[in-house]
């Protein structure tokens, strides 16, 4: 199901005297988040002046907020995009849930994606059906396909993805 904004970091703290605030990607990279002109804080617009990419974190001059105190104010508060802003993104992981996945070699659903995960080697996809399968989020080799609007998943079952299945 596409959404009409779209998670993509949290303000995690100030950076400096002149009121940027310190953001944590949600995907892991912070260069994605420095594209955007507009972001939205409790599905409210605000505008970015400036932003740059410092150590792992954006750091972001919002509208409005000239000091530090004003920026600790916002620590804790979650950041969106509107999804048309990023129409180039295929999808998105909050997009996911509630998806059905399909075994791409016999076409038969296998359940419905429950939750994405995220692990140091990759993410990885709880879906649940007849078994519970963690499929590695690996394009290609386990993801074949991934049609957000027709909210359809193909896989590459491997043996061993199934978890309650001896």
């Known amino acids: ?7 993509v970091g949290r303000i995690v703290n100030t950076h400096g005297v002149r009121g940027e605030v310190r953001v944590l990607p949600r995907d892991g990279d912070p260069a994605f988040l420095t594209r955007f002109r507009t972001l939205y804080m409790d599905g409210a617009p ?6 740059r990419v410092h150590k792992g974190f954006a750091l972001l001059r919002l509208a409005g907020v000239g000091d530090m105190d ?19 993104v295929p999808f998105f992981d909050d997009e996911l ?4 996945v399909f075994d791409a ?9 429950t939750k994405v995960e995220a692990y140091p ?9 007849e078994h519970t399968y963690l499929i590695p989020a690996v394009p290609d080799a ?12 193909d896989v590459r079952v491997w043996e061993g993805l199934a978890q309650d299945v001896d």
């Open 105 to 113: 070699a016999t076409g038969e659903c296998i359940g419905t994606l």
């Open 142 to 153: 386990f993801i074949l396909s991934v049609d957000v609007d027709g909210n359809r998943m």
């Open 70 to 88: 004003a920026a600790r104010a916002l620590k804790g508060r979650e950041l969106s995009i509107d999804r048309a802003d990023a129409a180039d």
């Open 1 to 7: 199901m596409r959404l009409h904004q779209v998670p």
């Open 121 to 129: 080697a990759s993410k990885v996809y709880t879906v649940r059906g």
């Open 97 to 100: 849930p509630g998806m059905e």
């Open 46 to 51: 605000v505008a970015v002046e400036a932003a």
